[in-house]
């Protein structure tokens, strides 16, 4: 299943995708795509219900609807830095033996194609395509990457949109350049693990104005997703919910020579395989 959330920020309602174009509306059964339904196996429970209402053409069009992040805001947003290869080395820096691993604050959660906001005193405003973890049980010492498979409810597009200044020369601490509100658009929409394939073989890529910056795959992740959740669960509780960044390939623009920017106006669009696209509007400080 593809499972969305479409409305104006904050008054989202749960759904399933169709096709494209139409959906299913799932509020009369479902509150919200949180910590409880993904604890209480509601994906499980709702392919039944998405099927009758299929079969009895209980489907409506998107239109030109907004669709919000294909989850609600989660206890955690956990990122993994440097877990491609050719990104560390664009970046100058050594493969990490171990993941490397940081937190962004969850309210920075948004939609696909909503507004990404450069904050204040921002001057290396960057972006980063990335496959998204949603967790679907809580987990904690997990034993066993296999059991860190049992432990996903799904995977998602996320831009992890990230302030450079604010990461690398503000104190060492990269929460400061990755938790201004908008920097982590994500959807369009949920995809259940039965829905890919083989998660290690996804092509990632991203366009700012209409010119190629990122183009990578899953292929070349240091870390493949399961091993990340299997690692993370030694160190703290996931909840049901929570998102998971799992890192980005080459591409971003401090990687460039001269380095590039996002400003305002600009428009950042990505999209891996299977998950979906993003389009998102910069712009300027509030």
Known sequence: MKLLRIGDFGAEKPAALVDRENYVDLSDVVLDFDEQFFGADG???LRPIVEERIATGGTRPVGGQR????IARPHQIICVGLNFSDHA???GQAVPSEPILFTKSPNTLVGPNDN????RGATKPDWEVELGIVIGKRSSYLDSVEDARDAIAGWVLVNDVSERAFQMERGGQWLKGKSAETFNPAGPWLVTQDEIDDIGSLGMWLDVNGTRRQTGTTATMIFDPYFIVHYISQFLVLEPGDLINTGTPPGVGMGFHPQIWLNAGDVMELGIDGLGTQRQNVIAPR
């Open 116 to 119: 990404v906001r450069i904050p």
């Open 43 to 45: 994906i499980e429970n």
């Open 89 to 91: 080395a664009e970046t």
């Open 67 to 70: 669709i919000g992040a294909p």
